[in-house]
């Protein structure tokens, strides 16, 4: 399974972007899917999950209400939308697959395939 993220780049605080994951290799709806983000000198941080059906999604608090994880099956896509972008948003960010959705879908440990990352810069 490989993975492939994009959509990174500068931000204005208060900004948007989108960021994309496309997998491929085997059936995207097999997995659920999650975006994770580390900044410099930090650990890799959860930042969403979606599960294979898209019915179910989560977030931490850092950043609900402001961020919307969704998939599109069809596309073999999952889509995080940022919105009201923080300073505190700037990372690198990683999407990762995972076989099956847990209520551990926050922890790194639980996906099996991870993308390259795409950087996210947010300017004040």
């Known amino acids: 399974v490989q993975l492939q993220a994009s959509g990174g780049g500068l931000a204005l605080a208060g900004g948007s972007l989108r960021l994309s994951c496309v997998v491929s290799g085997r059936p995207f709806s097999n997995y659920a899917m999650g975006w994770f983000r580390q900044a410099p000198g930090g650990k890799r941080e959860f930042v969403s999950a979606?599960?294979?059906?898209?019915?179910?999604?989560d977030y931490p608090e850092s950043v609900k209400g402001r961020f919307t994880i969704s998939r599109d099956n069809a596309k073999n896509t999952v889509y995080l939308q940022m919105n009201s972008l923080k300073s505190e948003d700037a990372a690198v960010y990683f999407c990762?697959?995972?076989?099956?959705?847990?209520?551990?879908?926050?922890?790194?440990?639980?996906?099996?395939?991870w993308g390259q990352g795409t950087q996210v810069t947010v300017s004040s």
């Open positions: 990762a697959a995972a076989k099956a959705y847990t209520d551990n879908y926050w922890q790194t440990g639980v996906y099996d395939y």
């Open positions: 979606i599960n294979r059906s898209g019915s179910r999604t």
